[in-house]
């Protein structure tokens, strides 16, 4: 019940690709600086970090829900609803099977041909994480350097995807990955 300690709950004034209500939750915080009812100016700080609730140390849990702030199934991936880094974009993709079913726990590659810096994330393909309803994505990575990619999923020595991705500031790059598995 007191899992995220000290919350702040924003309800933002714009709507979800659906048209629900968008709301961003900040937990664990050391101390709260708003109340119910306050109007929040972007750049207003609203509390301190802290380990408030259950928390291993001081850091900021942040989420977004779509529709029901209390739902923890209204979640959906923060990477689609931040800004990036002046010069950096977003990663969206979608990693399904030649049936056209997701796929979870894959692992995908992201490595820059400019500087051959390498990231990594897995897909989520089960009822952990929700998918936007705008974009259906299954993996995101965020605050990539805009330049081109390779994109590649492999496990054990075995490349079963493999392309290339630009990346565009102050944009999310979509990718569609059919894996013939």
Same mark, same amino acid.
């Given at each position: 019940?007191? *899992? *995220? ?20 939750? *900040? ?5 709260? /600086? ?35 702030? !209390? ?8 990477? /689609? ?31 820059? /041909? ?8 897995? !897909? ?15 993996? !995101? ?31 999310? !790059? ?8």
């Amino acid at each position: 019940p007191d *899992y *995220y300690g000290n919350l702040v709950v924003i309800e933002h004034e714009f709507r979800s690709p659906e048209n629900l209500p968008v709301f961003t939750l *900040y937990g664990h915080l050391d101390r709260v /600086l708003v109340g119910a009812g306050h109007v929040v100016e972007e750049g207003e700080q609203i509390g301190f970090v802290g380990a408030a609730g259950v928390a291993i140390g001081p850091h900021l849990h942040f989420e977004v829900r779509v529709g029901d702030p !209390t739902d923890f199934g209204a979640t959906r991936n923060p990477d /689609l609803w931040i800004r990036p880094y002046v010069g950096f974009g977003t990663l969206a993709a979608r990693v399904v099977n030649n049936a056209g079913e997701l796929q979870p726990g894959e692992g995908l590659t992201i490595r820059s /041909l400019a500087d051959g810096h390498a990231r990594y994330a897995f !897909t989520y393909a089960s009822d952990a994480v929700n998918s936007s309803a705008g974009w259906g994505e299954n993996v !995101t990575m965020g605050d990539l350097p805009m330049g081109t990619y390779e994109v590649y999923i492999s496990d054990e020595g075995r490349i079963w995807f493999r392309g290339q991705v630009e990346i565009r500031p102050n944009q999310t !790059t979509w990718l569609e990955i059919v894996m013939d598995r």
